[in-house]
């Protein structure tokens, strides 16, 4: 598959603002869906990566919901295998679970991310993930 096949022509929503710099490896945009409040404490956001792109490991005090709407991503818990997801996939992230998640080397990447029980904390980011570790699925 050539990478002009997999990238995304149609989004649901439109990219938003571009991730934070210091929290992601790659070009990431972000729109938020829903913000957090003290009703539902649960934030909303559609994140799109470019081909290659991904977050730093991070965890959700909370936990985590990632609906994937298109592209081909990766998700990776620390200690475990990287996990490939594609349109129609869903993850569910335990709190306090170390992961990552971002877009395969060949193409954009687009999931809606819910971050409930916000009163525990929406995230905590740690380290970059290396090259090595984002493409140790073809090792």
Not at 83 to 103: C, F, M, S, Y
Request: aromatic content about 10%; charged content about 20%; some cysteine.
């Amino acid at each position: 598959m050539s990478t002009a096949e997999n990238q995304i022509s149609n989004p649901i929503f439109p990219k938003g603002d571009s991730a934070p710099a210091e929290y992601f490896t790659g070009k990431a945009w972000v729109k938020p869906l829903v913000p957090n409040d003290t009703t539902f404490n649960c934030v909303i956001g559609n994140v799109v990566f470019e081909a290659g792109a991904r977050n730093n490991w991070h965890t959700h005090p909370g936990g985590q919901i990632l609906i994937v709407t298109d592209g081909i991503g990766y998700y990776q818990e620390k200690g475990k295998s990287i996990r490939l997801l594609n349109k129609g996939d869903v993850v569910t992230i335990q709190p306090d679970v170390e992961h990552w998640h971002g877009a395969s080397p060949d193409s954009e990447f687009t999931h809606i991310a819910i971050n409930p029980n916000t009163q525990e904390g929406v995230v905590v980011w740690l380290d970059r993930v290396t090259d090595e570790e984002y493409y140790s699925l073809n090792k």
